[in-house]
């Protein structure tokens, strides 16, 4: 799967809508890199909440999709389809936990 400029964005309790641009070849894998990015410039593990929503915006075709933070770790938690998807997946769960 190629690699295509992803916006993610979420808004946080107070309504303030914060965006991070990454390069991924997944929804998940783009929303992980935006939560990484996020935590990496102050923002704490209390601002993702299981219900926290997540925006992922792919830059080439204006297509957007929104995932829960809950969703988000359960598909890290589970197994791996391939075993390249399972490495990903590792390196992703290294970079939130």
Do not use: N
Request: hydrophobic share 40%; glycine share 8%.
């Amino acid at each position: 799967m190629p690699y295509r400029s992803c916006v993610v964005s979420f808004t946080d309790a107070e309504g303030i809508e914060h965006s991070v641009r990454v390069s991924a070849a997944s929804l998940y894998e783009a929303a992980v890199l935006a939560m990484a990015e996020f935590r990496k410039h102050g923002f704490a593990d209390a601002t993702f909440g299981p219900a926290t929503k997540l925006t992922v915006k792919i830059q080439e075709r204006e297509m957007s999709h929104t995932v829960s933070v809950s969703r988000l770790k359960s598909w890290l938690d589970g197994v791996g389809k391939s075993p390249g998807e399972h490495a990903l997946k590792s390196r992703l769960k290294g970079m939130v936990i």
